[in-house]
């Protein structure tokens, strides 16, 4: 950096400096995407055998096994007794449960019957708490999603017995109902309160099939629990900016409902492989057994240790940061996360002044290099952002996939050659322009003050910025050096060359944001590429005939376009790939229509040959039905002979509706659409158990209420507020009986949508 260190010109040094981050960053994407090697089923009994735990996944995960079914009766017998082997207490608890959303006027109940096996303490603290939950989704049999979890537990609770009661109460809780709305984590967190004792959770969850364990969640004021995990958890990953993301995204699983309760604990999922989750093929022949065993070491580390301390011991007053390098989990408490911040933006002002005062800066220069630093950043979301609709474009088929490719490297290598090549681009003409101590040091303060404005705003997330700012440090430390003797001035160029590491650590991170993002969101990863990569530019000087102005984008946008075609090329559906097709069929038992509907954006050949008609306006369904479906398009079916579901009307006052709501023909799924302003709904089942929840304004169309598991009986249902027209719906799983339908070919799977595959009888009341 010719002017701000003297650096000799020296390619070769450039490109071996260049190479070595490279493969640093290469080695810490590895380390980072690692999992153990499944443990055989002769394993010590003593530890997390995967092959083991295997028996359970296969078992379980024969079948789809959504709440409400048989099947899912099958899941929780074969579980009750493999934990009453192992010696625990089980019982089965049935609750009533209620879920008020995200208060969109959409709100659901459940029956669940969550099995609950407890193995009492010697001296209890608190209560452990190991969760995942054992329904499926409709769509597919859940061997990751949560056979895995499921089994992980089960293992992990085996090997805990073998030490006999710990100091603090162990329950295993496996939840029923956590893919149709949390049901089975409510149920029980409403009826068993959070008290003076600590319950810690530990939930393992899956939204891929594959990939390393990650701790993606936490209660507030973590302290003490990141410092138990670190030590104890025998391959901890994950970081701190996921807590944030996540915190701040509508996502939930069963521990949001813990959380609101008033338990502390971790939540942690595998989300490799995305492209199968909730599909068909989640099943045993593509989840990876390393996955299962980094869950289970995991679980049964961290268990140990909270089984035997005070967990009143994991009381703190705030979080910790966290992230991984190089397969350290690197943690610290968040009184360091702004002196960590204003180090890097201290070292970066200082090495301004320091330049300035060696007359190779000017402050005019600098303001206008680091406002200019915006382009290549306002450029790359920009590219990232267009790269989703010009590949759904190019293959209509993505439209239907939420992002989720089954081969996303391609385009991320796209992402990542056209990001370098713009910030390379904007370097070469900042350093022509505004001298090489500007377009060095500017990158340099972006990285800075987010790390620092993030420490104030958003603590967990600061790291993703302050730490690869201090390869200010390194700057400062070789620009004093540099007029010092020879070794002092390679022990500067040293330190320069070690500041860059952090942020190709975090650059080789970006990769793991694909896959939790998808396409859709691929703009974050694409930004933090450019402000990651900018520190290293500098390293140019030591080619300085390379002009990075021309040649660098050229040849980067020819590679970045080569790698979007060779995504196409290679990321195809087929038989071993194939893409989500929706197909339901829907019944207005008032007018004796009948329709095939799909959601799908792209329709297939097969899908077309049921659903000729875009929209629903032609579709003669109950405008209830096709203002909260999201149907895209319809064609004709037959007719079928179903009953009709029952809502009706017992009591009736100026601002509440009592209906009696049922399914003659056995449906276990039902939902009301309600017109006006309801503000509450209360459920009441035969036996008397009641659960009421608040409805919120509806968006877009009716409120609707749901009700999952439904009692042959039916239950009442009493609406408060203003209560206009209502529509009653039933649902049943399986069109494969339905006259007229072809199994999908070859190449096609069943959509993940849960309303996929299902036949729904509507009725209007009144």
Not at 41 to 60: G, K, Q
Not at 68 to 73: C, E, L, S
Not at 210 to 220: A, K, V
Not at 380 to 396: D, F, H, S, T, V
Request: zero cysteines.
């Amino acid at each position: 950096m010719q002017g701000l260190l003297r650096l000799p010109e020296r390619p070769w040094a450039a490109a071996a400096l260049a190479l070595l981050l490279v493969a640093l960053g290469v080695v810490n994407w590895r380390v980072d995407a690692s999992s153990p090697e499944p443990a055989p089923a002769d394993a010590p009994a003593s530890d997390f055998s995967a092959e083991r735990a295997w028996d359970t996944v296969e078992a379980m995960a024969t079948e789809p096994h959504p709440m409400g079914t048989p099947a899912k009766d099958r899941v929780r017998d074969l579980l009750v007794a493999e934990l009453d082997a192992i010696g625990f207490d089980v019982e089965v608890q049935t609750e009533l449960a209620g879920d008020s959303g995200d208060g969109d006027g959409l709100v659901r109940f459940g029956l669940v019957e969550n099995i609950v096996a407890t193995l009492p303490g010697t001296d209890p603290t608190g209560t452990v708490l190991l969760v995942s939950h054992y329904d499926s989704v409709p769509s597919g049999p859940g061997a990751a999603d949560a056979a895995s979890g499921t089994a992980a537990v089960v293992e992990a609770a085996r090997a805990l017995t073998l030490e006999g009661p710990g100091r603090n109460d162990l329950v295993v809780l496996l939840t029923d109902g956590e893919e149709m709305g949390l049901f089975g984590a409510e149920s029980y967190a409403r009826s068993h309160p959070a008290g003076d004792k600590p319950t810690v959770v530990f939930n393992l969850e899956a939204r891929g099939v594959s990939g390393p364990s990650l701790m993606f969640e936490t209660s507030r004021d973590n302290a003490a629990l990141i410092e138990l995990f670190a030590e104890h958890a025998p391959h901890p990953h994950g970081d701190s900016s996921a807590i944030e993301a996540y915190r701040q995204l509508p996502n939930d699983t069963d521990f949001t409902r813990f959380h609101e309760a008033g338990y502390i604990g971790l939540n942690n999922a595998f989300i490799g492989g995305a492209s199968w989750y909730h599909t068909p093929h989640d099943d045993t022949d593509h989840l990876d057994p390393a996955s299962l065993q980094h869950h289970g070491e995991n679980t049964l580390g961290t268990a140990r240790a909270l089984v035997a301390m005070d967990l009143a011991d994991l009381e703190a007053d705030g979080d910790q940061t966290f992230f991984g390098f190089f397969g350290l989990l690197v943690h610290y408490d968040e009184a360091w996360i702004l002196p960590v911040a204003l180090v890097g933006l201290a070292a970066a002002l200082a090495a301004a002044a320091l330049a300035r005062a060696r007359r190779v800066l000017t402050l005019p220069r600098l303001g206008l290099a680091f406002a200019s630093f915006a382009v290549p950043v306002a450029l790359a979301a920009a590219a990232a952002i267009g790269l989703w609709p010009a590949l759904k474009a190019l293959r209509p088929g993505y439209a239907d996939t939420g992002g989720l490719l089954f081969d996303r490297t391609w385009y991320y290598l796209a992402l990542l050659v056209f990001a370098l090549a713009l910030v390379t681009a904007w370097y070469a003409l900042i350093r022509g322009r505004l001298g090489p101590a500007a377009a060095a040091l500017a990158p340099l303060i972006w990285l800075a003050a987010l790390g620092t404005a993030t420490a104030l705003a958003v603590p967990g997330l600061s790291f993703v910025f302050a730490v690869p700012a201090l390869a200010a440090v390194g700057v400062l430390a070789a620009m004093y050096l540099q007029t010092r003797s020879r070794p002092w001035r390679l022990v500067g160029y040293g330190l320069f060359a070690a500041g860059l590491v952090p942020a190709v650590v975090q650059l080789s991170w970006t990769s793991n944001l694909i896959e939790a993002f998808g396409m859709e969101l691929a703009a974050v990863p694409a930004v933090l590429i450019v402000l990651f990569a900018a520190p290293a530019l500098p390293l140019l000087a030591l080619a300085p005939r390379v002009d990075g102005r021309a040649l660098v984008p050229a040849v980067a946008a020819v590679a970045a376009l080569a790698l979007v075609g060779t995504g196409l090329a290679l990321d195809r559906f087929d038989a071993e790939h194939p893409r989500q097709a929706y197909l339901s069929y829907v019944l207005d038992s008032g007018t004796g229509t009948a329709a095939w509907v799909s959601t799908d954006h792209d329709r297939s050949e097969w899908t077309s040959g049921f659903v000729t008609e875009d929209g629903l306006e032609a579709s003669g369904l109950p405008e209830a039905y096709t203002e909260t479906s999201g149907a895209t398009g319809h064609g004709p079916a037959e007719v079928l002979d179903l009953e009709a579901p029952q809502a009706i009307v017992t009591a009736e006052a100026a601002d509440a509706v009592t209906l009696e709501v049922s399914s003659p023909r056995g449906a276990t799924t039902m939902w009301l659409t309600v017109d006006g302003e309801p503000g509450a709904a209360l459920a009441t089942l035969a036996d008397g158990t009641t659960t009421s929840v608040p409805i919120g304004d509806a968006h877009e169309g009716p409120s609707q209420i749901w009700f999952f598991n439904v009692p042959e009986e039916g239950f009442t249902l009493t609406l408060t507020g203003t209560v206009g027209d209502i529509t009653v719906f039933d649902q049943t799983h399986g069109i494969e009986a339905i006259d007229g339908f072809t199994d999908r070919p070859e190449g096609l799977m069943r959509s993940r949508d849960r309303l996929s595959d299902t036949i729904t009888v509507a009725a209007a009341v009144g």
